[in-house]
């Protein structure tokens, strides 16, 4: 009886497997590379525009973070500082450095700060890389963290202490969740969530906190408690307090 199918068929449910198979990569990969941008890895250090040296800027100067992150008292988010605010200071200090070119540029003027001509004395914006981002179908806003006791730290790291600015931090779901399950353990008060050498045992001591009880708080634990207990804090921990 003869063959109503041609040889090569033999060989198709190996194709279509392979090619499955390929295919199935390919998701996996593209899914890698665009839903999990480098700014959700830790240790992703890109380089940037001008090279801002926190540790000079804030351990060395005592720059409060707000003065460049004006807007994350009272906003989702936590704005990078346009040029001019840079530019208070730089127009005065170390004005010459060859690492403030691109700020410069940004003002319209020369090494000798004197107006450029045609297009490039309208100046540009800086742009800065952003380190730190959160994926699009991510809610986090910074204003209600920071009004409640939660240091940039906590989610930073010592980024006070970077010459160069890197994710330190996992920011997982995981990571959030951590954190929403026992706040006691970062909270501080809200005069000390900007002192990002703050050392809870140092202010305890310096402060005698005592708990109900009128016994001394000791602990960071302890202390985080009656924080949380104070301000009547119950963070969520359903899906919908991130994902909306």
Known sequence: MANFFP????ILPLKIVVCLGVMASGVVVAFTYYATPKALRVGYMPSQPIPYDHALHVEQLGMDCRYCH??????????VPTASVCWNCHQH????????????GAMGVDVDHQPLEGEAGKGYPIEWVRVHRAPDYVYFNH???????ISCKSCHGDVHKMKVVYHAESHSMGFCL???RNPEQHLRPLEEVYNLDYDVAAYLEANEIRNAEGDLVTTQEEFGTMLKEQWGIKPKESCTTCHR
Do not use: I, M, Q, Y
Not at 71 to 77: L, R
């Open 70 to 79: 004006s807007f994350v008292e009272h906003s989702g988010h936590a704005n």
């Open 178 to 180: 951590d954190c929403h």
């Open 7 to 10: 040889r090569w068929t033999n």
């Open 143 to 149: 204003s209600a963290h920071v009004n409640r006791g």
């Open 93 to 104: 200090v170390a004005k010459g450095s060859p690492k403030l070119e691109a700020l410069r």
